[in-house]
């Protein structure tokens, strides 16, 4: 009794693995959805008949031909500048103080007792230019996410990328704190 249970148990489970790697070759649909079976389509042409003139050529040997050249991919990476364990960690350090030079509160931002945080996601080149820089979230003030926009850009150009890095552009995603004293 308990041998038959046993084989029972063991083709269900079997019954069940099957299943599973079914499912994730996309043999069977386990989510439900119906899909339609996507056509393939194949049409055979006869090949076209060589004129004169391309017969009497000589064939290019295949040496000489050379696969067309694949533009290089560029490298890119996006970082915190607050990122204390990046491999980027010295040139980020070099960037955030050339930012705090210039880094002020706008006067009018003050006047009007507006605080807040901007994110910033800014760009930098392999040559150290600024590649773009745009505001990801808000202080709620434009006059405090337009005044991070600026010391970004007056700011820059900030050093080359290291050769190193690797990188043709390194993301920085950095937060300008703005709060008032009471």
């Known amino acids: 009794m308990t041998s ?19 499912s994730l ?3 069977i649909d386990m989510t439900g959805e119906s899909r339609d079976p996507e056509t393939l389509t194949v049409s055979l042409k006869e090949p076209e008949k060589a004129t004169e003139e391309q017969a009497t050529k000589p064939a290019a040997p295949a040496a000489r031909r ?12 996006t970082v915190a500048l607050e990122n204390p364990d990046s491999p980027y960690t010295p040139y980020l350090l070099k960037v955030k103080y050339r930012i705090n030079r210039r880094w002020a509160y706008p006067p009018e931002a003050v006047s009007r ?5 901007t ?11 600024l590649a773009g820089a745009d505001v990801v979230t808000s202080a709620g ?12 850009r007056t700011s820059s150009p900030f050093g ?12 920085i995603v950095a937060r300008f704190q703005y709060r008032l004293k009471e």
């Open 160 to 171: 080359p990328l290291p050769r190193p890095f690797r990188l043709d552009r390194l993301h």
């Open 119 to 129: 994110v910033v996601r800014f760009s930098i080149a392999a040559n150290g230019s």
């Open 66 to 77: 050379a696969p067309a050249a694949l533009p290089p991919v560029p490298q890119e990476d």
């Open 25 to 27: 070759t996309g043999f």
């Open 113 to 117: 007792g507006h605080e807040g945080e």
């Open 4 to 22: 038959k249970k046993l084989l029972v148990l063991a083709i269900l489970a079997s019954i069940f693995a099957h299943a599973v790697v079914l």
């Open 141 to 152: 003030s434009e006059l405090l996410d337009r005044a991070a926009l600026d010391v970004i």
